[in-house]
C-alpha cells in the first residue's frame, strides 16, 4: 500500500475534469478515503466482525470495487480459517494493477480480478461487499446488479452496502456541513473541496436510506438493518 498525500485538486483548475479512478487517484487513494469519508478505518473493522459471522466453508466472498483492496483484506482477517475464495473484483486497472502486488501470506486466498461488476457473473456467495461502490453505479443499473448480487447469495448470508446518503433538504445541510467540517479537519483546503466536489458531483449519485431499503426488500433481502454511520455515510447489512 502507498502513504502518498492527496494534493489532486489542491491547485486552481482552469477546467475540473469528471472524477476517475484512474492512475493519479489510485497514486494517493489510501490518503483520499481515509481523509474524506469519516469513520472508514473503524468500519474496516465492521467487515472484519461481520465476516467472522457470515463467511461459509465452500463459499466465495466478494468484494465489489475493492480499489487498493483495504475492504477485502479486512474481511481475510476475520476468516483466516474457513475454507473460502475472496474475489477482489474493480474496474481500475491502476486500483487492480496495485492490489495484484499485495504480499499475500494469508488464507484464505484472494484473487484480484479486472472487471466491470455489472457484466461479471457472481456465484455461491456467503458474503458480498459493496463499500462506497454502489453510488458509482448508473441508478439505471443498481437494481440489475443487486438482483444479481441476491441470486448468488446463499440462503441466511449477508450483503453489505456502504454509501454516500442523500437527506431531505434540513438534514443534508446540517451532514453536509459536518462532512466538511471533517474534511477541513484533515488538512483538505476549502478550494480542494469544491474542486473535489465539482469532480464528483455527476460519477457518485447518492440516494436515500427509504430508496435503498425499498429496493432491497423488493429484491427480496429479508432483513436490512444499518449498521453504522458517521455524518451522511451510511452502512447496510441486508440478509437473504
Ligand atoms: C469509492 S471506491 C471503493 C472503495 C473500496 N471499496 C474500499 O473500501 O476501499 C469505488 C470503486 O468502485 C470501482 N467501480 C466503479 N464502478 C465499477 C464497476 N462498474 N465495476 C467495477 N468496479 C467499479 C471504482 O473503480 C473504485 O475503485
Known sequence: MNDAIDTLYAKKLDIIPDFQFDELVAQVFDNMITRSVPGYEALLNCLTLIAQKYVKPNTNVYDLGCSLGKATLA???????????????????????????IPM????????????????????ASMIVLNFTLQFIPITQRTALLEKIYQALIPGSALIISEKLQFSYEKQAILDSLHQAYKQQNHYSDLEISQKREAIANQLIPETLNTHTERLKKIGFKTITVFFQHFNFISMLAIK
Do not use: E, W, Y
Open 75 to 101: 474481511i481475510q482477517s476475520g476468516i483466516i480459517n474457513v475454507n473460502c475464495h475472496i474475489i477482489g473484483l474493480d474496474k481500475s486497472i491502476a486500483m487492480i494493477q496495485r492490489c495484484q502486488a
Open 105 to 124: 501470506q494469508q488464507k484464505p486466498p484472494i484473487t484480484f480480478i479486472q472487471a466491470n461488476i455489472c457484466q461479471t457473473p457472481l456465484t455461491l
